[in-house]
């Protein structure tokens, strides 16, 4: 990528340095035309595989849309959904997958929006019973089924989210 000072072509790598828990790598750079030095993260691409069978990349902003209508009226501010969103995606990625159901993010959203606020997660978990077809609610059983108790919750939570720095 270019300096984002001088936007110069080329810089050299001076310190690499994976980060979250291994799942994005940091590299310090230095520009070889101007000297300003910069850091760059890189990640493997996450891929959410829809209902129609398309891929799209994974989105946070796509999570905080998805939860922000139960987290209504409820005292949960804008970093609270930041930071679910980064939990999500922490979750998804730890499964080692670089391709995942659309279903599935769904699920990866349960533990930690049950930690965030319990009425927005019923209601969240609720939009899951109005399906309309068998699928749906064999998908809606095996999500609840799926559903750990509060202690396994926890014990996920403490290694799907790593703190923050
Ligand atoms: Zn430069």
């Given amino acids: 990528m270019n300096c984002p000072f001088c936007r110069h072509e080329d810089s050299r790598v001076i310190d690499s340095r994976p980060t979250d828990e291994g799942t994005s790598i940091r590299r310090r750079r ?3 035309q101007c000297g300003s030095r910069f850091s760059t993260a890189e990640t493997a691409v ?3 595989i829809k209902r129609s069978g398309a891929t799209e990349p994974f989105s946070r902003e796509k ?3 998805g939860v922000r209508k ?3 009226n409820r005292p949960v501010d804008d ?7 980064q939990r999500v995606e922490e979750a998804l990625r730890a499964t080692g997958q670089a391709e995942i159901e659309a279903q599935e993010v769904g699920m990866a959203i349960l533990s930690p929006l049950r930690e965030l606020d319990e009425v927005a997660y019923l209601r969240y978990a609720s939009v899951y019973r109005n399906f309309s077809s068998l699928e749906d609610f064999e ?4 999500l609840l089924r799926a559903l750990p108790f509060e202690k396994d919750v926890e014990e996920a939570s403490q290694v799907a989210s790593p703190q923050l720095k």
């Fill in 30 to 32: 230095e520009c070889t």
């Fill in 79 to 85: 970093d609270d959904l930041a930071l679910l969103a």
């Fill in 63 to 65: 999570v905080i849309n």
């Fill in 46 to 48: 996450l891929s959410i």
């Fill in 139 to 142: 998908g809606e059983i095996a």
């Fill in 70 to 72: 139960a987290c209504q």
